[in-house]
């Protein structure tokens, strides 16, 4: 698991929030608020599991939808800069079940087939324009009777005014998404029982910290109880109602969920969830990666062999045990296992990238010839990963290959939206590089695409 890359600026977020957030923008440059992100290939191939029979029923191609994943404890997922799904890891810790975090996502699924994130817009627009009408109403009465506070109880009229108009579109978006959802999941042939559940945690969170006296169109959401009842009679109707899940789906669910714990609670709390009398495969998986956070490395390496042991066709723990070695700087050794884990999975763009790492920081020239064969090989199944273009560039630099370096500078920078910084990259490499080359040209796209807008 990769934790606390690079943070994503959340001002580049328009968010289509579900259940808890309703449908907002996050103004989050102006108060230094940012979107921490975690990859782990795992984690990310079960939601692709998760996502596959949704997908299909939305109609929606799976290679166009990106899945994030948010370090962040709140119960929430959202929908942002396209077709991209944000989830929270507090939601996915939560769930307690597979069914609740695929009827999360096929709620989301319905904000990017309705258009919703695409007509926020207009939305704004609208309460905007109410705002300013009533100013505007209020500014002449307030000289005509010269009492100023007239003109602020205007404004203060149409902003509420506009709220409201705002919250109503916002309601409206919400409910079709429920819709969407079900149909989804009914095309799917998968029961709403997991969204269902899901929105009743959500209902005892609103009972909780929601006053009994709040007016509805002040909510930026729809009511969970209305949101239950609708979700109750559905599931009255459906033929999947009881239809369940395969019991691949659990387990898959079960591991996420420990890995989770192990990576983000404090190591004590994980101890007292997963005792060491607890022997299943959860509590040792968790077990071992607190185990390693906690640097009592040999600890967390028994526990990773047993279960290499138990499971020798399961990469996902030679990845584990990989992990625990780099983690302990001993980098040969994790070589070793990452490199049988990339013969299980050849596809592993971050297994790849950590190889890579671990090869780079040994400092070896022949390893280096080997780490950018592997970083290749992850750009050509994730080519905006920023930090393998940024260890790609160490290679360059150490072989003297400027013209390279400059390019794969270029590429991180512009991934990263820094477009002033790409700009100077892409310029040098121009420079630098056989004038017409593959290189050379891929250095004057990015220059062009960075001219294009300079300031980031």
Do not use: C
Request: overall charge negative; aromatic content about 8%; charged content about 20%.
């Amino acid at each position: 698991m990769v934790l606390g890359p690079p943070p994503l600026a959340a001002a580049a977020l328009i968010a289509a929030a579900v259940f808890l957030s309703g449908l907002y923008p996050i103004a989050a440059q102006a108060q230094g608020r940012t979107v921490s992100l975690i990859r782990d290939t795992e984690i990310e191939n079960t939601i692709r599991v998760y996502t596959a029979p949704i997908f299909k029923a939305a109609g929606l191609n799976p290679s166009f939808v990106r899945i994030h994943l948010v370090n962040d404890p709140s119960l929430n997922a959202f929908v942002a800069n396209g077709q991209r799904i944000y989830i929270h890891t507090g939601l996915l810790m939560r769930a307690d079940n597979p069914g609740q975090v695929i009827g999360v996502l096929a709620h989301e699924a319905g904000h990017i087939t309705g258009g919703h994130l695409a007509r926020f817009s207009d939305g704004l627009s609208d309460a905007s324009n109410t705002n300013l009408a009533a100013l505007i109403l209020g500014i002449p009465l307030a000289v005509l009777s010269g009492r100023p506070e007239v003109a602020a109880a205007a404004s203060s009229l149409g902003n509420q005014l506009g709220t409201r108009q705002f919250l109503q579109y916002t309601r409206g978006n919400e409910r079709a998404a429920d819709q969407a959802a079900v149909d989804f999941l009914d095309e799917a042939e998968i029961s709403a029982r997991g969204l269902y559940e899901f929105m009743q945690v959500l209902q005892q969170q609103d009972a909780m910290f929601t006053s009994t006296s709040q007016s509805s169109y002040t909510r930026t959401h729809p009511l969970s109880a209305d949101r239950v009842e609708f979700l109750r009679n559905h599931l009255a109707n459906s033929p999947n109602s009881r239809r369940p899940l395969p019991d691949y789906f659990q387990r898959m669910h079960d591991r996420m969920r420990a890995k989770l714990n192990g990576y983000i609670l404090p190591t004590g709390r994980v101890y007292t969830l997963y005792p060491e009398t607890d022997r299943s495969f959860d509590a040792r998986y968790a077990r071992a990666v607190a185990l390693m956070r906690d640097v009592r490395t040999e600890e967390a390496l028994v526990l990773a062999e047993e279960l290499i042991a138990e499971n020798p066709e399961d990469a996902f723990v030679y990845e584990l045990k990989a992990d625990i070695l780099r983690d302990a700087a001993r980098l040969e050794d994790a070589i070793d296992v990452y490199e049988r884990v990339v013969e299980m999975l050849p596809w592993a763009a971050l297994v790849r990238l950590e190889l890579a790492r671990s090869q780079i920081e040994l400092n070896s020239p022949d390893l280096d010839d080997e780490a950018e064969i592997h970083l290749r090989e992850a750009l050509r199944y994730e080519p905006n990963m920023s930090q393998a273009w940024r260890l790609l560039a160490t290679v360059y630099g150490r072989r003297g290959d400027f013209g390279q370096t400059a390019l794969a500078q270029a590429e991180e920078a512009v991934n990263q939206g820094r477009r002033n910084a790409a700009l100077g990259h892409a310029r040098r490499a121009l420079t630098l590089l056989p004038e017409g080359s593959p290189a050379w040209l891929r250095a004057q796209d990015i220059e062009i695409q960075a001219q294009r807008n300079p300031n980031g």
